[in-house]
C-alpha cells in the first residue's frame, strides 16, 4: 500500500469535480498527498493508503462510473480506510432532508456495508439550465428544482479537514 490518498469523482457537468478537486487541495494543505482522478480512469489502488469516493447523483442513483469503480474495487476498498459523498440536490435546506434521508444508491449499498467507509455524507449540488439537455430542462421545470450552485465550500472543506485529521497521525 502506498502513501498517498486518493479522490475519486464520477460527474455529468464537473460540480463534482470541482468538489474532488476541493478535497485534494484541503488534503495537500494538511500535509497529505493526494490524487484527484476520474474514477473511470483508476486502475489500481496500490499507490493509495486511503480513498475518498464521490459521484453526482441523477433521480436517486449514482453515476456509472462511480459503480463501476466500487464494484471493481470492492476488496481494495474494504483493506484501506474509505470515506463516500453525493453530490447532487439543490436548494437551501440541508441536503439529507433534501433527499428524505437518503445518503447513498440503495443497490450499491450491499458493497458500501462490506467496504465499510468511514463516513458515508451528501452535499448540495449545481443545476445550470444552459448546460442541460431540452429534456433534463423539461424535467427540472416539471419538479419545480432550484436552479444555480448550492454547494457549501464550507462544508466541504471542514469535511475534508477531518478526512487529513483522520490520516494524520498526531
Not at 26 to 35: F, H, N, T
Request: net charge positive; charged share 25%; glycine share 8%.
Amino acid at each position: 500500500m502506498g502513501d498517498k490518498v486518493l479522490v475519486a469523482y464520477a460527474t455529468k457537468y464537473g460540480a463534482t469535480k470541482e468538489i474532488a478537486e476541493r478535497m485534494g487541495e484541503v488534503l495537500g494543505q494538511a500535509g497529505v498527498q493526494a490524487d484527484v482522478q476520474p474514477a473511470e480512469r483508476v486502475k489500481d489502488l496500490d499507490p493509495y493508503k486511503a480513498v475518498v469516493l464521490g459521484s453526482a447523483v441523477y433521480a436517486g442513483s449514482w453515476r456509472k462510473e462511480a459503480v463501476a469503480f466500487l464494484e471493481a474495487h470492492e476488496k481494495a476498498l474494504a483493506q484501506r480506510p474509505a470515506w463516500i459523498f453525493s453530490s447532487g440536490p439543490t436548494g437551501n435546506a440541508n441536503p439529507v432532508a433534501i433527499m428524505k434521508g437518503w445518503r447513498f444508491p440503495e443497490a450499491q449499498r450491499p458493497i458500501a456495508d462490506r467496504i465499510k467507509p468511514r463516513e458515508i455524507v451528501m452535499f448540495h449540488g449545481v443545476l445550470d439550465i444552459k448546460r442541460m439537455s431540452f429534456a433534463e430542462r423539461t424535467i427540472i421545470k416539471a419538479m419545480k428544482a432550484p436552479t444555480g450552485d448550492f454547494r457549501d465550500w464550507t462544508a466541504i472543506t471542514a469535511w475534508a479537514q477531518g478526512i487529513a485529521a483522520a490520516l494524520t497521525p498526531s
